[in-house]
């Protein structure tokens, strides 16, 4: 026995769930209803994408029959668009659309079947939202009781003990990585490294921040559900390319456009709940999209705030080199020292070929000669300093 205790509000996933329960009990002032269907950017648009409405109705419907409560109640509540009749057929209540009350009417005598008058709520135009008197008196909910203790008695389980549950820690998380604004945020963080890698061939920080935001992003909307095999392969297939890109063939080609589309592309399916895209509805789509762009849009804006601001600050300029050489003060290695190593004598630690190292007093030193080779343990000296050459010959 599953019984759903309403001791608030339970409207949208709530009221689904109340109705997959065998019994409802509601709290005094509690109400269920009002589940029209809503994604990351409001609820549908009228007259749009019926699809989508019609899904969630017949969701309700399926689920509320199922557990024996009423399916057009549930349907009702989340299409505005139905109109409801309560009518008594030969002293039986019944609670029918107006499409199911003009069949009985072809069933049954005029006299047999009065139409009740005042359901607040059932005409077209209005989602259904019940109060817990009103749920009572139309058989949807099984009482009107304060608390657990109550429900208890009134199902005759006094005798039982509760054990009270939560949300853990890590679904907590889950539910945080999921949320459209963090998804938004993970997103644009993703495209920031990407397109500082692609601008700057080699491995670096924004590398992993890439890899660490999209693996978060994918990970909690793998768990939820959103994300499936495919889309996951899709995002690696396409990081693959572009390490490709990065690593293997310095530049941008085929390899790293071909691995932007690919991760944008999974990105992309991961917000879409249906098992297709082509399947999915309007709304859906268009829930996705406005994610995308939002990340886009954050990505650009931060773009030009970096370029714009970032050289200026101070932390860049600690971390960056600033300065450059010019031809005008020459190409020049920073020999600075080493000229005080001319006429020094030293011992070879390599065979010089005609390149080596030698040891001057505690330095050990990269040396060449004029071409001559020189066995190692031998007694050389400094000739001259060409910049960071240092020419020997043997003594």
Same mark, same amino acid.
């Given at each position: ?61 399926? $689920? ?75 058989? =949807? ?56 890698? @692609? ?6 920080? !924004? ?28 995002? &690696? ?12 063939? !310095? ?58 601001? =970032? ?30 190593? &001319? ?10 070929? !005609? ?11 990269? +040396? ?5 080779? $020189? ?6 000296? @400094? ?7 240092? +020419?020997?010959?043997?003594?």
């Amino acid at each position: 026995l599953t019984i759903a205790f309403i001791n608030d509000e339970a409207s949208s996933a709530g009221a689904f769930i109340s109705f997959g329960c065998d019994k409802i009990v509601m709290a005094p002032g509690s109400s269920i209803g009002s589940a029209e269907p809503r994604t990351s950017i409001g609820p549908t648009s009228e007259g749009t994408d019926e699809k989508y409405v019609s899904d969630f109705r017949s969701k309700f419907k399926s $689920i509320a029959e199922e557990n024996n409560h009423s399916g057009n109640l549930a349907q009702k509540m989340v299409d505005k668009d139905i109109e409801l009749k309560k009518v008594k057929i030969k002293g039986e209540d019944f609670i029918l659309t107006t499409e199911e009350l003009e069949e009985k009417k072809k069933e049954f005598k005029e006299e047999d079947i009065v139409i009740e008058a005042g359901n607040i709520g059932f005409q077209k135009g209005k989602l259904l939202n019940l109060t817990a008197k009103d749920a009572v008196e139309l058989k =949807l909910a099984e009482a009107e009781l304060k608390n657990k203790e109550e429900i208890l008695s009134y199902f005759g389980l006094k005798d039982s003990s509760l054990i009270g549950t939560s949300p853990n820690w890590s679904e907590g998380i889950v539910r945080f990585l999921t949320h459209p604004i963090v998804s938004s945020l993970l997103m644009t963080l993703g495209f920031l490294g990407l397109i500082f890698e @692609v601008t700057h061939p080699g491995w670096t920080l !924004p590398g992993t921040i890439v890899l660490a935001c999209l693996a978060l992003f994918f990970w909690g909307h793998y768990l939820v559900g959103l994300a499936n095999l495919i889309e996951i392969l899709m995002f &690696i297939i396409g990081v693959g390319l572009l390490l490709v890109e990065i690593f293997v063939l !310095p530049g941008f080609g085929i390899a790293g456009v071909t691995g932007i589309i690919l991760v944008i592309g999974g990105l992309f399916l991961a917000l879409i709940k249906s098992a297709s895209p082509f399947q999915a509805p309007k709304v859906e789509l268009m829930g996705a999209f406005y994610i995308m762009a939002w990340s886009f849009a954050v990505t650009l804006v931060s773009m030009v705030l970096l370029i714009r601001f =970032l050289p200026q600050s101070g932390f860049w300029k600690r971390v960056a080199l600033t300065t450059s050489e010019v031809k005008t003060g020459g190409y020049r290695a920073d020999t600075a020292g080493m000229e005080t190593l &001319i006429g020094k004598t030293g011992r070879t630690v390599s065979i010089l070929r !005609p390149s080596g190292r030698a040891s001057f007093g505690d330095k050990l030193l990269d +040396v060449i000669t004029e071409g001559d080779f $020189i066995e190692t343990e031998k007694e050389v000296r @400094v000739l001259r300093v060409d910049g960071n050459r240092i +020419v020997v010959s043997k003594v």
